[in-house]
């Protein structure tokens, strides 16, 4: 084996979760290297290239850059001085059954006319969903460390709920507080008794996509504030979402870090109950003292092995709930698509959603001429699918996993029709993806993705794994998105500076 000699941080894979972390230890100048299998970084978030379009992997829709907002937190923690952002006044497009459609926008006069369509009785909906959402986000940008791991997280919990308290009790804001601990325990769904179907439907859509649950199990304080998203405004990233991996591993190669593509990890070697090196399928190996992990808790249980802790070699053979995606990335004549049209949009065909029955379609902006040859566009359009099936028909029958697979992009591109007529037509090239696909690209075991589904505030896990070794990622708190685990990042990078706990 050849051998890396300092002993440092060894984050393993360049995720938006690893890269955030990474990219802030070493700014605070802690010797970080990050493995990556692929040879880009971003995973999930990545971009990638095939016959001249930049295709977005998985991740489309960018929140979090207003100021103040994770983003930007982490723009200044990590020392960017800024993204290769456009923010866009229009967030997307729903579309109903019907054939009705609501537009989210980020302006909140706009948004709050679109809303109308659902009727007079939606509004106390909405009310609580947005004042709820402001007072998580007041909380939440306290700094707490949720859940806490250690006395000292414990203490800073106390410190920033005290005062989040004592400043609600003082404007009058406390009379909600019986609301926030009800919600706190209870599904989005209490909050649409009496609603009518097209509200239901809007929401489970948009939950599905922000919280990978629906209404009737989405924790009401998690489903608020997932909800929130579009009303915080996105951005769309010049180059595609790969940029915000691009950005960030930018920076933490310029704050004195190192990330070695193409270095799948392999095992994470441990001497006494603490880490010592990570050692890669190409025969490095890196010493480490600190192991940041960047992957779903199954994938981290095959890196430990036996040194496992206990949480780890307790998981289910295989994740009993949660999702795998399947995509399809379409280059198409730039003809089909209208001028004014908003570049993502969510189309409902029916319940139940998934499985192709809700599409999110996502465009390349005109102005972003390096993403598809002249005169096309790039689309990804993702639809959420379970993972059992694909994975029983990859193995026992391969001609039965194409036909569904071409079956799967067929019944997409039919649904996006309704967002896009002429779509069919138009299209030049067709690549679809199943949950397989993605397990050979972002290496997530049987190509789990978006985390756990928030049905309650203590589904995602704690980051700190055991001595020495954690986790970030879309598993951890605050779970799934680019915002969110940026925003985990930020706390694995604090946790592991603190040097409280290993
Ligand atoms: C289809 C789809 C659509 C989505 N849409 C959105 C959206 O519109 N907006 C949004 O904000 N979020 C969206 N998400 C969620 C978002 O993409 C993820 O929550 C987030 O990107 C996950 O980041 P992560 O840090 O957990 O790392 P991941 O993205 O899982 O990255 C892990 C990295 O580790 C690398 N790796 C794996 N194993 C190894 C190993 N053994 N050694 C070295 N490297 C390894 C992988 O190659 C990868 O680069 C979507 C996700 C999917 C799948």
């Given at each position: 084996m050849t051998r890396a000699m300092n002993p440092k941080i060894v984050i393993i894979g360049a995720g938006i979760g690893g890269l955030t972390t990474g990219a802030i230890l070493a700014r605070q100048g802690y010797a970080v290297t990050v493995v990556e299998a692929h040879v880009y970084p971003g995973g999930c978030a990545g971009t990638f290239y095939h016959q001249g379009y930049r295709f977005e992997a998985g991740a489309t829709l960018a929140g979090g850059f207003y100021p103040g907002g994770p983003m930007d937190l982490v723009a200044q923690a990590?020392?960017?001085?800024?993204?290769?952002?456009?923010?866009?006044?229009?967030?997307?497009?729903?579309?109903?059954p019907d054939g009705s459609q609501v537009t989210r926008y980020g302006d909140e006069r706009r948004w709050e006319e679109q809303r109308r369509f659902f009727g007079s009785q939606s509004e106390a909906?909405?009310?609580?969903?947005?004042?709820?959402?402001?007072?998580?986000?007041?909380?939440?940008?306290?700094?707490?460390?949720?859940?806490?791991?250690?006395?000292?997280?414990?203490?800073?919990?106390?410190?920033?709920?005290?005062?989040?308290?004592?400043?609600?009790?003082?404007?009058?804001?406390?009379?909600?507080?019986?609301?926030?601990?009800?919600?706190?325990?209870?599904?989005?769904?209490?909050?649409?008794?009496?609603?009518?179907?097209?509200?239901?439907?809007?929401?489970?859509?948009?939950?599905?996509i922000a919280a990978q649950t629906t209404s009737a199990h989405a924790n009401a304080l998690y489903g608020a504030s997932a909800l929130d998203l579009?009303?915080?405004g996105v951005v769309h990233l010049k180059g595609g979402i790969g940029a915000l991996g691009e950005t960030l591993a930018a920076a933490l190669a310029r704050n004195g870090g190192e990330i070695l593509f193409r270095q799948e990890a392999t095992r994470i070697r441990v001497e006494d109950g603490r880490p010592v090196a990570v050692q890669t399928k190409k025969g490095l190996e890196i010493d480490a003292n600190r192991v940041i992990v960047n992957l779903p808790p199954w994938n981290i249980a095959g890196l430990l092995g036996e040194e496992a802790p206990a949480r780890l070699k307790r998981l289910p053979p295989q994740?009993?709930?949660?999702?795998?995606?399947?995509?399809?990335?379409?280059?198409?004549?730039?003809?089909?698509?209208?001028?004014?049209?908003?570049?993502?949009?969510?189309?409902?065909?029916?319940?139940?959603?998934?499985?192709?029955?809700?599409?999110?379609?996502?465009?390349?902006?005109?102005?972003?001429?390096?993403?598809?040859?002249?005169?096309?566009?790039?689309?990804?359009?993702?639809?959420?699918?379970?993972?059992?099936?694909?994975?029983?028909?990859?193995?026992?029958?391969?001609?039965?996993?194409?036909?569904?697979?071409?079956?799967?992009?067929?019944?997409?591109?039919?649904?996006?029709?309704r967002a896009l007529p002429g779509l069919q037509d138009a299209i030049h090239l067709c690549k679809p993806g199943t949950p397989v696909t993605f397990q050979r690209f972002t290496r997530r075991r049987w190509g789990w993705v978006g985390g756990f589904p928030q049905t309650s505030l203590f589904r995602a896990w704690p980051p700190r794994l055991m001595d020495g070794v954690w986790m970030v990622g879309d598993s951890i708190f605050p779970g799934q998105s680019t915002a969110a685990v940026a925003l985990g990042g930020m706390r694995v990078a604090s946790g592991v500076a603190s040097g409280v706990v290993g």
């Open positions: 990590a020392g960017i001085e800024g993204w290769p952002a456009h923010p866009s006044s229009e967030v997307m497009r729903v579309h109903l909906f909405f009310r609580w969903q947005e004042q709820t959402a402001d007072a998580l986000w007041d909380l939440a940008l306290r700094g707490p460390a949720w859940p806490p791991q250690s006395v000292a997280e414990g203490a800073g919990l106390l410190v920033a709920g005290g005062g989040w308290l004592g400043d609600r009790l003082r404007t009058g804001a406390g009379l909600r507080l019986p609301g926030l601990a009800l919600d706190a325990f209870t599904p989005v769904s209490r909050h649409l008794a009496g609603a009518s179907d097209r509200l239901r439907l809007f929401v489970d859509g948009q939950l599905l579009p009303r915080r994740p009993l709930d949660g999702w795998g995606a399947f995509t399809v990335y379409l280059g198409v004549n730039s003809a089909v698509i209208p001028a004014d049209l908003p570049l993502h949009h969510q189309i409902l065909a029916g319940r139940p959603l998934g499985e192709g029955n809700s599409v999110f379609v996502s465009i390349s902006p005109d102005w972003d001429a390096g993403r598809a040859p002249e005169g096309m566009r790039a689309l990804t359009m993702s639809t959420h699918t379970e993972l059992a099936s694909w994975w029983e028909l990859f193995q026992r029958d391969r001609p039965a996993y194409e036909a569904r697979k071409e079956e799967m992009a067929r019944q997409m591109v039919a649904v996006a029709q």
